[in-house]
């Protein structure tokens, strides 16, 4: 990955496509950025240059931005974009 390493609470590295729990709600990691580099999901191309962080969209579509690590973002499954 380009961006550098941002990681859940449990210490695991967290991925482009990767299916999280945000505050009781599914949802799956579509933006990632170190304040400088990024990866993007197909379709959220307008969020290159995004601060530091990352961006989750929930499955009805809701998008929620974090930008350091958070109790509430635990880790579900690896996935794919």
């Known amino acids: 990955m380009d961006a550098e390493l941002l990681h859940y609470t449990t ?3 967290i991925e482009l ?3 999280v729990q945000y505050g009781g709600t599914f949802a799956t990691v ?3 950025s170190d304040g400088e580099n990024y990866q993007l999901a197909p379709g959220f191309e307008d969020y290159a240059g995004a601060e ?3 961006l ?3 499955d009805d579509g ?3 931005s974090i930008n350091d ?3 509430q973002l635990t880790f579900v499954e690896r996935g794919t974009v």
């Open 11 to 13: 210490g695991e590295e």
């Open 17 to 19: 496509g990767d299916r």
């Open 30 to 32: 579509v933006v990632i």
């Open 52 to 54: 530091r962080g990352l």
């Open 56 to 58: 989750i969209c929930d």
């Open 62 to 64: 809701t998008t929620n």
């Open 69 to 71: 690590a958070d109790e």
